[in-house]
T-cell receptor, first 114, second 112 residues
Framework: SQTIHQWPATLVQPVGSPLSLECTVE??????LYWYRQAAGRGLQLLFY??????ISSEVPQNLSASRPQDRQFILSSKKLLLSDSGFYLC?????????????FGEGSRLTVL | SQQGEEDPQALSIQEGENATMNCSYK?????LQWYRQNSGRGLVHLIL?????REKHSGRLRVTLDTSKKSSSLLITASRAADTASYFC????????????FGKGTKLSVKP
């Protein structure tokens, strides 16, 4: 069966510090990978998606970047965090080639920037 | 914006009652999906309904889709306290990545 792991679960970072959130998927090959952000009481905003190693598409201009160094690894990064980067970050995957778009989510990473 | 809108934003009911949540969207879809999110957790896929389907059931869940009105509803029958969560609709507008656009969610509270 497929599993998705996301870490760290919680972190508190000062403004201007770097960020690295990591996500790995097991039990499937060549998944589509996604990073979403969820502000308090809001829906999910798609930040990045990837259809393959080294292929990253950005949905919104921002202070964040994403990388996919391996087939089942997706990393969200920032060189210098802003207060507005605080939020709940969710990694997700979907099956490559399928058009249903059904997503499987990790447990999320709550980021607080002070 | 292609974002969907759910209503109500919050719903509080007693155990055993039915809960109905609605979702509206703006342009044609391939399919519409409903997800559940327990507080502070990731989202879990509940049910998918395709654009050529009008109704779908899964256990105590019933989803309807009206493409002429661009709306969908999620009905949870005989609710339980464990159903307390936020529920999101998500629209698949197609495209090679099949990206989903999520609504803002309905926060359901089921009181024992």
């Amino acid at each position: 069966s497929q599993t998705i792991h996301q870490w760290p679960a919680t972190l508190v970072q000062p403004v201007g510090s770097p960020l690295s959130l990591e996500c790995t998927v097991e039990g499937t090959s060549n998944p589509n990978l996604y990073w979403y952000r969820q502000a308090a009481g809001r829906g999910l905003q798609l930040l990045f998606y990837s259809v393959g190693i080294g292929q990253i598409s950005s949905e919104v201009p921002q202070n964040l970047s994403a990388s996919r160094p391996q087939d089942r690894q997706f990393i969200l990064s920032s060189k210098k965090l802003l207060l507005s980067d605080s939020g709940f970050y969710l990694c997700a995957w979907s099956r490559q080639g399928g058009n249903t778009g059904e997503l499987f989510f990790g447990e999320g990473s709550r980021l607080t920037v002070l | 914006s292609q974002q969907g809108e759910e209503d109500p934003q919050a719903l509080s009911i007693q155990e055993g009652e039915n809960a109905t949540m609605n979702c509206s969207y703006k342009t044609s879809i391939n399919n519409l999906q409903w997800y559940r999110q327990n507080s502070g957790r990731g989202l879990v896929h509940l049910i998918l309904i395709r654009s050529n389907e009008r109704e779908k059931h899964s256990g105590r869940l019933r989803v309807t889709l009206d493409t002429s009105k661009k709306s969908s509803s999620l009905l949870i029958t005989a609710s339980r306290a464990a159903d307390t969560a936020s529920y999101f609709c998500a629209m698949n507008y197609g495209g090679s990545q099949g990206n989903l656009i999520f609504g803002k969610g309905t926060k359901l509270s089921v009181k024992p």
